[in-house]
């Protein structure tokens, strides 16, 4: 039992929990028939840390992420948290004025979204902020301001913008899954 009290970082925690019970199912999600083990998923976290890291991401870093309870925002908290970076979830019930100023004023430097959640179209909210979004490539956003109609002008270093094109393995993009 004392096992499960640790003061190690969770990056720490996650690997030697691995070591420990490599077997031992830590994610199950029976909808959609994914059951991933303690060494399973620190691979999909090592991997998504070492893409993150790719493009640009540092330690201290923000990162926003606009998606509901499925199986890679957990890979995603790991990984920020692996290489030090804040993460920054966004409320799935945010609406285009509250996205606007969490983006404005949380200093994101990447930001990770599904396509939609329920009545919320997050595309169409972020489209109508970001309208560069239009033209880019998943992955390859860069902005110099963003802000919020609030807000004086606020520098963003850059801001990544994913989208989710289908749940197969995860829904980031290609060039930060894949390392």
């Not at 490599?22 to 399973?40: G, K, N, Q, T």
């Not at 309870?69 to 790991?78: E, Q």
């Not at 919020?148 to 749940?167: C, F, G, I, R, T």
């Amino acid at each position: 039992m004392s096992d499960l009290f640790t003061t190690a970082p969770i990056g720490i925690f996650l690997e030697k929990t691995a070591e420990t019970h490599p077997d031992h199912e830590f994610i199950v999600f029976p909808d959609l028939e994914i059951r991933w083990s303690f060494v399973i998923f620190n691979e999909r976290v090592d991997r998504l840390a070492r893409g993150l890291l790719h493009i640009g991401i540092t330690p201290g870093d923000h990162v926003g992420i606009w998606a509901n309870n499925l199986p890679d925002w957990l890979t995603f908290f790991f990984a920020t948290a692996k290489i030090g970076a804040v993460l920054v979830p966004l409320n799935t019930f945010f609406k285009r004025r509250d996205v606007e100023y969490v983006i404005a004023d949380s200093d994101i430097k990447a930001l990770v979204f599904i396509d939609h959640f329920r009545n919320s179209n997050y595309r169409e909210i972020l489209l109508e902020l970001i309208p560069e979004m239009t033209d880019s490539v998943p992955g390859q956003l860069k902005m110099s301001v963003f802000w919020a109609a609030s807000a004086p002008p606020k520098p963003v270093s850059s801001l990544d913008a994913w989208k989710e094109e289908q749940y197969n393995d995860s829904f980031f993009s290609d060039n930060v899954w894949k390392r």
